[in-house]
């Protein structure tokens, strides 16, 4: 069982950066690879980022690319997404997530454990 809890939303403006984490409980983080998800009202949850286990492999939505990275810390079992340029086409409740093997993917349907949500607001 991994428990996940993420922090770091909140509203900035257009062009502001946030970083959220999302905090994962477990002894054995480093052979979850964790993604980070997002849902908009009205819209279906999309793929944003993931990577694997040892945060070597990463993949990005194009909507995110060279804007959004994503890393992890495993000693501190901690997972990040480091938010830069925000548009406000990217307000959304941001989930992380993680699956249990190393291997990561795009699809939320393949990952088995949830946080919470964080609201990230983007005013123009």
């Known amino acids: 069982q991994v428990q996940l809890v993420e922090s770091g939303g909140g509203l900035v403006q257009t062009g502001e950066s946030l970083r959220l984490s999302c905090a994962a409980s477990?002894?054995?983080?480093?052979?979850?690879?964790m993604g980070w998800f997002r849902q908009a009202p009205g819209t279906e949850r999309e793929f944003v980022a993931a990577?694997?286990?040892?945060?070597?492999?990463?993949s990005y939505a194009e909507s995110v690319k060279g804007r959004f990275t994503i890393s992890r810390d495993n000693a501190k079992n901690t997972l990040y997404l480091q938010m830069n340029s925000l548009k406000p086409d990217d307000t959304a409740v941001y989930y992380c997530?993680?699956?249990?093997?190393?291997?990561?993917?795009?699809?939320?349907?393949?990952?088995?454990?949830w946080g919470q949500g964080t609201q990230v607001t983007v005013s123009s």
């Open positions: 990577c694997s286990g040892s945060g070597i492999t990463t």
């Open positions: 997530a993680a699956r249990r093997t190393v291997l990561l993917s795009t699809s939320s349907g393949l990952y088995l454990y």
């Open positions: 477990g002894r054995t983080f480093s052979s979850n690879a």
